[in-house]
């Protein structure tokens, strides 16, 4: 069983930044996707922002287009969510997700979220923007 393991959480202003970190347990994993997800008290689950290795493609929800940057480190199988310009509506637990199937509604093209099935999910690390 795959272990994702999610860093880089804490409390900042708004305005600041941090830089979330997703890790693997297998090093050699093969994945189509990872994403990063976010969860706030009482909401829904919500995408974030994705990255598809088999496309070569980020895509990024319209409320963090422009402030969040998603990337990958390939040496140390490290995920990145750089995060700024945080504001108090980012605030959640933020989980970081691998796919390593597509979805059965997968087109060439389309949007990572839809078109992967992720399976290999984090524990969450918790983002608190406030001053």
């Known amino acids: 069983q795959v272990q994702v393991v999610e860093s880089g959480g804490g409390l900042v202003e708004p305005g600041g930044s941090l830089r979330l970190s997703c890790t693997p347990s297998v090093s050699t994993m093969d994945y189509y996707a990872v994403a990063w997800f976010r969860q706030a008290p009482g909401k829904e689950r919500e995408s974030v922002s994705c990255?598809?290795?088999?496309?070569?493609?980020?895509d990024y929800a319209d409320s963090v287009k422009g402030r969040f940057t998603i990337s990958k480190d390939n040496a140390k199988m490290t995920v990145y969510l750089q995060m700024n310009s945080l504001k108090p509506g980012d605030t959640g637990t933020y989980y970081c997700?691998?796919?390593?199937?597509?979805?059965?509604?997968?087109?060439?093209?389309?949007?990572?979220?839809?078109?992967?099935?992720?399976?290999?999910w984090g524990r969450g690390t918790q983002v608190t923007v406030s001053s």
């Open positions: 997700a691998f796919a390593i199937s597509r979805s059965m509604r997968w087109s060439y093209g389309g949007s990572c979220w839809p078109n992967y099935e992720y399976e290999y």
């Open positions: 990255l598809d290795i088999w496309e070569l493609k980020t």
